[in-house]
């Protein structure tokens, strides 16, 4: 019979009957020998499959052949075969079959190109995120037995589905832990939004972007009264000395408001040095400090001991041990994952006072920290550059910190130009990519447009007023009527911008009294609160209420990764 369908086949021209049809044929035909065999046996019983062969070899598709798993459980008819309809579904996705049961050809010689892993293979919507190497390794797994096809509802659902992304499959595909993508878990609030908190709770490390921006403006007014290229402005001294006694009060109010926080909401404190870009304003207290040094008149200090610049140093150091470290060996705190523009601030604290220490007269230290710094600046402005997809993106009330790109290559050619003695080709280096990312930035006026008045708008005035005294310290060794200009210009628009930010944080601070909003950023937690442990209210006007804030702040994650 066989030999005749074969035949038959092949004379017709039609595909050749498959070994593993041939082979079910010899297992009817021993099976109906076995049976009556079988039949006087006591409580053993085993089953035979009965399947009918197609009538004509037309008939044999592979493609619509029904896959049927076999279970102990299956009903039987009156002569003890099982029982099967084209419409029931398999109980099981795959069942592997007894050894023996196929022929070692059989498998081979299937055709998958028709299987429903394939077809899902060739899906459009995973296609883009394929490789050639992907697509073979997916078929070699089909071929081994390895994929299970999904239900035939669950194709039907992808099918209906309209315009898919396939957002899922990609962070699926990027999960690695030297990716270190994010994870989405449910936030939950701390505190209420509907009240507002006591102050110091809502005071930020980042105010002290406040003294960074008055304070960079002593040193600027310093530089254009002494520098030889700005003399035909006739800039008294004077300017410096009253802008340097106003560094000094708003320097010293402000640390005097955090360290009352540090004392009554230390937790809060700690959440924020856990924040990914509360952390690097951190630095921020030392380099205003480190300002203050640069910016000292000379009627009220011609020089400064060099024992100021070892103390404003040595914290700075362990806070650049620790961070530093995490960037590389932190986990969650890994560069690849947290960077961001505000990391500029952990760096240009190197060359701030890498500067102080040359104008000092000191040598191997400040070349120590200008190399530190830029060793790391190089890292952070590639990682910047090539972000993956998968990193949280700076909110758009943020935006401003983009200017703190400017900073560290301004100051880095002013640290070099102090330690070499005059602007040379390695500060000029530095100092023309500032102006290339300081145009880059005033060009896209998108970027910064439509932005709600906030704290961060301090961001912009540090790094403008770093790169107006670059400009100054260019035009002494390059000296011409396009130099002094633009020295004029950037110092104009350096002094406009902070004036304008001062009157705006006054106007929100006392007027509008909305500067310093609740603090979201420390009051969120991407863990669910344990219910074992007590909570305590907010208790807002009561006595102690300081007390059981940070009492209920120490019941939350302190963790937090979003970049808020």
């Known amino acids: 019979m066989e030999n005749n369908l074969c035949r038959e086949t092949q004379g017709r021209g039609l595909p050749k009957v498959p070994s593993l049809v041939q082979h079910i044929s010899n297992v009817k035909k021993s099976s109906s020998f076995k049976?009556?065999?079988?039949?006087?046996?006591?409580?053993?019983?085993?089953?035979?499959?009965?399947?009918?062969?197609?009538?004509?070899?037309?008939?044999?598709?592979?493609?619509?052949?029904?896959?049927?798993?076999?279970?102990?459980?299956?009903?039987?008819?009156?002569?003890?075969?099982?029982?099967?309809?084209?419409?029931?579904?398999?109980?099981?996705?795959?069942?592997?079959?007894?050894?023996?049961?196929?022929?070692?050809?059989?498998?081979?010689?299937?055709?998958?190109?028709?299987?429903?892993?394939?077809?899902?293979?060739?899906?459009?919507?995973?296609?883009?995120?394929?490789?050639?190497?992907?697509?073979?390794?997916?078929?070699?797994?089909?071929?081994?037995?390895?994929?299970?096809?999904?239900?035939?509802?669950?194709?039907?659902?992808?099918?209906?589905?309209?315009?898919?992304?396939?957002?899922?499959?990609?962070?699926?595909?990027?999960?690695?832990?030297?990716?270190?993508?994010?994870?989405?878990?449910?936030?939950?609030?701390?505190?209420?939004?509907?009240?507002?908190?006591?102050?110091?709770?809502?005071?930020?490390?980042?105010?002290?972007?406040?003294?960074?921006?008055?304070?960079?403006?002593?040193?600027?007014?310093?530089?254009?009264?002494?520098?030889?290229?700005?003399?035909?402005?006739?800039?008294?001294?004077?300017?410096?000395?009253?802008?340097?006694?106003?560094?000094?009060?708003?320097?010293?109010?402000?640390?005097?408001?955090?360290?009352?926080?540090?004392?009554?909401?230390?937790?809060?404190?700690?959440?924020?040095?856990?924040?990914?870009?509360?952390?690097?304003?951190?630095?921020?207290?030392?380099?205003?400090?480190?300002?203050?040094?640069?910016?000292?008149?000379?009627?009220?200090?011609?020089?400064?001991?060099?024992a100021v610049w070892y103390i404003l140093m040595i914290p700075l150091f362990f806070l650049m041990l620790k961070i530093y470290g995490q960037w590389m060996f932190g986990g969650k705190r890994k560069l690849s994952k947290v960077a961001n523009p505000t990391n500029m601030l952990a760096i240009v604290g190197n060359f701030v006072g890498a500067l102080l220490g040359a104008s000092m007269g000191l040598r191997e230290g400040p070349i120590f920290f200008l190399t530190l710094g830029l060793a790391h600046y190089m890292v952070i402005f590639v990682t910047l550059s090539q972000m993956l997809p998968t990193n949280k993106t700076i909110p758009r009330d943020l935006h401003p910190v983009f200017f703190l790109l400017v900073a560290p290559p301004s100051v880095a050619s002013l640290a070099l130009a102090k330690i070499q003695g005059s602007f040379h080709l390695e500060s000029r280096i530095f100092y023309f990519t500032s102006m290339f990312l300081y145009l880059t930035l005033a060009v896209r006026v998108n970027l910064f447009r439509g932005l709600k008045f906030s704290i961060s708008w301090w961001a912009y005035t540090f790094p403008m007023t770093a790169a107006a005294i670059a400009t100054i310290n260019y035009t002494n060794q390059v000296t011409n009527v396009v130099t002094q200009a633009l020295s004029v210009i950037l110092s104009l628009i350096s002094t406009f911008v902070v004036t304008t930010v001062l009157v705006s944080t006054v106007v929100h601070a006392f007027v509008l009294r909305d500067l310093f909003p609740n603090d979201l950023a420390i009051a969120t937690s991407e863990r669910k609160q344990k219910t074992h442990k007590k909570r305590f209210p907010l208790g807002f006007g009561s006595h102690g209420h300081a007390k059981k804030t940070e009492n209920y702040l120490k019941f939350v994650n302190s963790d937090k990764n979003d970049l808020v």
């Open 35 to 306: 049976e009556s065999e079988k039949k006087g046996q006591g409580d053993e019983q085993e089953h035979s499959v009965s399947i009918n062969m197609p009538s004509n070899c037309e008939e044999v598709r592979l493609h619509d052949t029904v896959r049927v798993s076999y279970s102990g459980e299956t009903d039987l008819n009156s002569n003890g075969a099982p029982i099967f309809s084209s419409e029931s579904k398999p109980r099981m996705p795959s069942q592997s079959m007894p050894n023996g049961s196929l022929q070692p050809e059989a498998a081979s010689s299937e055709n998958f190109t028709n299987h429903e892993s394939i077809k899902r293979l060739n899906d459009r919507r995973t296609k883009f995120f394929k490789t050639w190497y992907g697509k073979l390794e997916a078929k070699l797994s089909i071929l081994h037995g390895r994929v299970h096809t999904q239900s035939v509802e669950d194709d039907n659902n992808l099918s209906n589905t309209e315009n898919p992304l396939p957002v899922d499959l990609f962070v699926k595909a990027l999960e690695d832990p030297h990716l270190q993508t994010p994870k989405k878990s449910s936030e939950e609030m701390v505190h209420p939004q509907d009240k507002q908190w006591p102050f110091l709770l809502r005071f930020p490390i980042s105010s002290f972007g406040i003294c960074l921006g008055v304070s960079s403006q002593a040193i600027l007014w310093k530089a254009l009264a002494t520098s030889p290229s700005t003399e035909f402005l006739h800039i008294t001294p004077k300017i410096n000395f009253v802008l340097w006694l106003i560094s000094v009060a708003v320097v010293a109010t402000i640390f005097a408001m955090y360290l009352f926080k540090i004392i009554l909401y230390f937790e809060a404190v700690r959440r924020e040095y856990h924040h990914a870009v509360r952390v690097n304003f951190f630095f921020a207290p030392w380099i205003s400090l480190l300002f203050l040094g640069l910016g000292v008149p000379s009627s009220f200090a011609k020089e400064l001991h060099h």
